[in-house]
């Protein structure tokens, strides 16, 4: 799907040093990257799939969230980088010097003034951040605490950062990793017993100290687990079901993905080559496209 999850406002000013904060919850411990590639690998690993079927159609649901998730931070980074430097092709007047005052100068000279897989510190995500024991009970008790670890950031990341955009998606993350960390509450008491949903929210702030967050909450984003399909995962609602621990409204499973905003279309930064090719002949496309029946 060419969407993000929400569309994303444009910043006010240009605030690199905003996007080096915001890379924490892309390439951190408990950052979006982290998320994705451990129930990615947990669902690939899934043993027993047939007899524990809601377990794995859960964890497949929200690892196809994760990847959204990762493109609305990516994005929001490099809509936080677009015009930090001048743009030209004339390389003596050194066009990127607002980079060295930056905090990550990765972000000017690893990539095109764009989001990388690090952490907020310039560390480059590792693999060695993925958990996939083979253990439903290990596995679904590890989910929980990494959604609420990277509750607690998210909540830190908000208070360092300023802009509209940052917080814009800052607030949709706060409201939809809580509705994972409920959906792995649920199944750890489906699973054992024990009232995990007791321990919400962690940490115990709650999202309606974000006003950011409160939007999104009073469309019942809340509630809503979303499979990603039509016609797969039809036995995750046999676990998210019931009332939400922190307002008692109904849990909702729904089957597809949400409706989405569109992405940014980012500005040529001629001074990183980025993208740089430049003999491409546009008439060339929009001929072709024409011929297909391609909207152009």
């Known amino acids: 799907m060419d969407r993000l999850p929400i569309e994303l406002p444009t910043p006010n000013n240009p605030s690199p040093n905003d996007a080096a904060a915001i890379q924490e919850l892309l390439g951190g411990k408990f950052g979006e990257m982290s998320t994705l590639m451990n129930y990615t690998y947990q669902s690939f690993n899934f043993r027993g799939r047939k007899r524990l079927r809601p377990f794995y159609d859960l964890i497949c649901s929200i690892a196809g969230e994760e990847y959204g998730h990762i493109e609305v931070v990516s994005y929001a980074i490099n809509l936080l980088l677009t015009g930090t430097t001048k743009r030209g092709l004339d390389p003596v007047i050194a066009p990127l010097q607002n980079g060295t005052n930056s905090r990550n100068t990765r972000h000017f000279i690893a990539s095109g003034q764009t989001a990388l897989p690090m952490d907020s510190m310039g560390d480059f995500w590792s693999g060695s951040n993925v958990f996939s024991s083979g253990n439903l009970k290990l596995d679904l008790l590890h989910n929980f605490f990494l959604e609420c670890g990277a509750r607690a950031n998210k909540m830190r990341a908000y208070e360092m950062v300023s802009d509209p955009t940052a917080r814009e998606m800052v607030g949709y993350l706060l409201v939809r990793g809580g509705v994972h960390v409920v959906a792995y509450a649920r199944a750890l008491e489906y699973l054992t017993g024990v009232e995990v949903t007791k321990l919400v929210p962690v940490p115990e702030l709650s999202n309606k100290a974000f006003p950011e967050a409160v939007k999104f909450e009073k469309n019942n984003l809340h509630l809503k687990l979303y499979t990603f399909s039509k016609d797969d995962y039809q036995k995750a609602g ?25 992405v940014p279309d980012l500005e040529e930064e001629p001074q990183l080559s980025a993208p740089g090719a430049d003999g491409i002949d546009e008439d060339l496309f929009k001929d072709i496209a024409k011929k297909m029946g391609v909207p152009v």
């Open 238 to 262: 046999v676990i998210f079901n019931g009332p939400h621990p922190e307002d008692g409204k109904p849990l909702e499973v729904i089957f597809g993905a949400p409706e989405g905003g569109p």
